[in-house]
Antibody, heavy 118, light 112 residues
Framework: EVQLVESGGDLVQPGGSLRLSCAAS????????MNWVRQAPGQGLEWVSS??????????YYADSVKGRFTISRDNSKNMLYLQMSSLRVEDTALYFC?????????WGRGTLVTVSS | DIVLTQTPVSSPVTLGQPASISCRSS???????????LNWLQQRPGQPPRLLIY???NRSSGVPDRFSGSGAGTDFTLKISRVEAEDVGVYYC?????????FGQGTKLEIK
């Protein structure tokens, strides 16, 4: 059974940093692209970032709203996906989902809540 | 960026009656490999999104056959043949043809 379990969400002040983690199981993690998608309270879904491939062929993509502030990474030996977030803004407040797949976006974690507030 | 526009924004439906949601894309969703990467997602209250339909018309594993997807190019439709109480939630279309990935604004399905 595929499982994606996010962690690391917290209350952080504007300008602060946070690292989200996603523990994956139930599939060959290294074979799949992975994504972060967020949902602000009461709002719709917003794609944040994706990482594809493995080894020397990993490619990363970012939404313009987070480019230069967020960094996606993965540790295929530990089946872990990460999102390093810095220079956080109030508008980054959201539930962050870890999502499997490149074209077939087939599994979602339950999310971890990031609140940016002073 | 590809903009996805869903209609209606809200859909009150009587139990047992059909429902239909439209998703229109600002550009063709046909990938260079020839496939169309348009997904439909369901988000029930308090739950993460769940994949219903992929590549515009293929039901994901475990999805009831009352859900169907159709369309090509820039116009897509999700249909529920007979709405059940468990179908309440928000439905999103999402394109995975190009980066950045984008979502429709969502359609809230409610029971009358």
């Amino acid at each position: 059974e595929v499982q994606l379990v996010e962690s690391g969400g917290d209350l952080v002040q504007p300008g602060g940093s946070l690292r989200l983690s996603c523990a994956a199981s139930g599939f060959i993690f290294a074979d799949y692209a992975m994504n972060w998608v967020r949902q602000a309270p009461g709002q719709g879904l917003e794609w944040v970032s994706s990482t594809t491939g493995r080894g020397d062929y990993i490619t990363t993509y970012y939404a313009d709203s987070v480019k230069g502030r967020f960094t996606i990474s993965r540790d295929n030996s530990k089946n872990m996906l990460y999102l390093q977030m810095s220079s956080l803004r109030v508008e980054d407040t959201a539930l962050y989902f870890c999502v499997k797949g490149l074209f077939l976006i087939d599994y979602w974690g339950r999310g971890t809540l990031v609140t940016v507030s002073s | 960026d590809i903009v996805l526009t869903q209609t209606p924004v809200s859909s009150p439906v009587t139990l047992g009656q059909p429902a239909s949601i439209s998703c229109r894309s600002s550009q063709s969703l046909v990938h260079s490999a020839g496939k169309t990467y348009l997904n439909w997602l369901q988000q029930r209250p308090g739950q993460p999104p769940r994949l219903l339909i992929y590549q515009a018309s293929n039901r994901s594993s475990g999805v009831p056959d009352r859900f169907s997807g159709s369309g090509a190019g820039t116009d897509f439709t999700l249909k529920i043949s007979r709405v059940e109480a468990e179908d309440v939630g928000v439905y999103y279309c999402m394109q995975a043809t190009q980066f950045p990935r984008t979502f429709g604004q969502g359609t809230k399905l409610e029971i009358k």
